[in-house]
């Protein structure tokens, strides 16, 4: 038995102390997280990773509490280490192409996304997010295919809808983004975005008693938008204006 290290009973038990450690304060951060309670959620999943260093889901969790704080770069830190400890985490390369986009990387992000969705090809948001980010960057048609698939793995998720709309909108197919809008909101009556942004497609569409009507809902809705709806709204009748003046002429 020369040259082979035994655990000890003492240590076998101090090992398995420090693991329980960890998943207590690990469930408790989950829970404080549901709550909204960031910070605590934070606390709690530091001192899960001070007991278990190679704890990666405590890295990803602390991420995305902390990606809800808008505290990127520490976020950024997190994914990278949870990545380390598990280079097959489909929803942690995800989740640091949100942190890139933030960044301004958009490169990485996309390739971050295409990380996700090779590990697994049903991942649904992963699709979402490439979308988004080819939405971002001026490529409608590639937008739409993949929200195409997002909404073909997760039909019942009304955010696919609108994004799905949006990129329609932007490409000028109305009557399709009319289409996903009526279907996010049938899935999630109180989606206060998918009002704005119908709302703008019938503002489009020179239809203000529907406009009207929509933004007044999200504002109900959502109080704190009612600012930047004006402000958009005030943007797309000036442009509507402008070109109405140059049709004239």
């Not at 001070?50 to 520490?74: G, I, N, W, Y």
């Not at 598990?86 to 192409?97: E, F, K, L, Q």
């Not at 109080?223 to 797309?236: A, F, G, H, R, Y």
């Amino acid at each position: 038995m020369a040259g082979i290290l035994l655990a000890t009973p003492a240590a076998a038990q101090a090992q398995s102390s420090r693991a329980n450690s960890a998943a207590s304060y690990f469930a408790r951060g989950s829970e404080w997280h549901a709550r909204g309670e960031f910070d605590r959620a934070i606390d709690d999943y530091g001192i899960a990773i001070t007991f278990d260093p190679s704890f990666a889901q405590a890295f990803f969790a602390r991420t995305c509490a902390r990606l809800s704080k808008e505290e990127v770069e520490a976020a950024l830190a997190d994914f990278n280490r949870a990545i380390e400890l598990d280079p097959r985490h489909a929803a942690a390369y995800n989740n640091r192409g949100y942190a890139r986009v933030a960044m301004g990387d958009c490169e990485g992000a996309f390739t971050d996304f295409n990380r996700a969705i090779k590990l697994d090809p049903l991942y649904a948001s992963a699709y979402g997010s490439r979308g988004n980010l080819r939405f971002a960057r001026g490529d409608f048609d590639g937008a739409i295919a993949d929200h195409n698939r997002a909404i073909e793995l997760s039909p019942r998720l009304a955010k696919n809808y609108n994004n799905r709309a949006i990129a329609r909108h932007a490409k000028g197919d109305y009557e399709g983004a009319l289409a996903d809008y009526n279907q996010a909101l049938g899935l999630n009556p109180r989606y206060a975005e998918v009002y704005a942004n119908r709302g703008m497609l019938w503002l489009r569409l020179q239809k203000t008693p529907e406009a009207d009507a929509d933004f007044a809902q999200c504002v109900a809705l959502k109080t704190d938008m009612k600012s930047s709806l004006e402000q958009c709204v005030n943007q797309l009748q000036a442009q509507i204006q402008t070109q109405i003046r140059t049709l004239c002429h």
